[in-house]
T-cell receptor, first 114, second 114 residues
Framework: DTEVTQTPKHLVMGMTNKKSLKCEQH?????MYWYKQKAKKPPELMFV???????INESVPSRFSPECPNSSLLNLHLHALQPEDSALYLC?????????????FGNGTRLTVT | AQKITQTQPGMFVQEKEAVTLDCTYD???????LFWYKQPSSGEMIFLIY??????QNATEGRYSLNFQKARKSANLVISASQLGDSAMYFC???????????FGEGTQLTVNP
């Protein structure tokens, strides 16, 4: 079982909906990440939080809004999404953001925007 | 900038045989990390093995070993005694040890035949 838990596993939403993706880890990691992955492509980095502060935003549209309420939780708030935003959204964590050691990924949320 | 190249979109191997998945990289950094991840059709990204650029010995983890040839900038993954459960997409990735961005290759889809 993965040590990074993501909910929900699947999400279908309309373009006018507001929804949130949730991610939780209890490994004491201080860096958390959101990645977006389209089918048969590698994951693309969206956001990085380091010690609960946003450290990297890869020019992600404002309809995606990340939040890190504490060191164990990471949310991704979704609003007014487009059908092309349909993808697998992966959360990950690591000991810190200094690049040493692996990222641990969750199972992902499969998002479909209708 | 960092770049990862995986030249094998798909690979086939017979059960119980060994298989090598190729990965070459390009970077101007002296210090970096190399990773391999496995992604089954369920979507989870599973960390397999890590090699630091200053590690003198090749990394091994159970049936996985990383053939690290620094001068050739290659970091091939060797899976020994393939199992049906090894069928998945495999991603090679690298990071700067001073940063948190993980650069992925395009992936290799491995199929293990009975």
């Amino acid at each position: 079982d993965t040590e990074v838990t993501q909910t929900p596993k699947h999400l279908v939403m309309g373009m006018t909906n507001k929804k949130s993706l949730k991610c939780e880890q209890h490994m004491g990691h201080r860096a958390m990440y959101w990645y977006k992955q389209k089918a048969k492509k590698p994951p693309e980095l969206m956001f990085v939080y380091s010690y609960e502060k946003l450290s990297i935003n890869e020019s992600v549209p404002s309809r995606f809004s990340p939040e890190c309420p504490n060191s164990s939780l990471l949310n991704l708030h979704l609003h007014a999404l487009q059908p092309e935003d349909s993808a697998l959204y992966l959360c990950a964590s690591s000991h810190n953001d200094r690049g040493r050691g692996p990222l641990h990924f969750g199972n992902g949320t499969r998002l479909t925007v209708t | 900038a960092q770049k990862i190249t995986q030249t094998q979109p798909g690979m086939f191997v017979q059960e119980k045989e060994a298989v090598t998945l190729d990965c070459t990289y390009d970077t101007s950094d002296q210090s970096y990390g190399l990773f391999w991840y496995k992604q089954p059709s369920s979507g989870e990204m599973i960390f397999l093995i890590y090699q630091g650029s200053y590690d003198e010995q090749n990394a091994t983890e159970g049936r996985y070993s990383l053939n690290f040839q620094k001068a050739r900038k290659s970091a091939n993954l060797v899976i020994s005694a393939s199992q049906l459960g090894d069928s998945a997409m495999y991603f090679c990735a690298m990071s700067k040890t001073s940063g948190s961005r993980l650069t992925f290759g395009e992936g290799t889809q491995l199929t293990v035949n009975p």
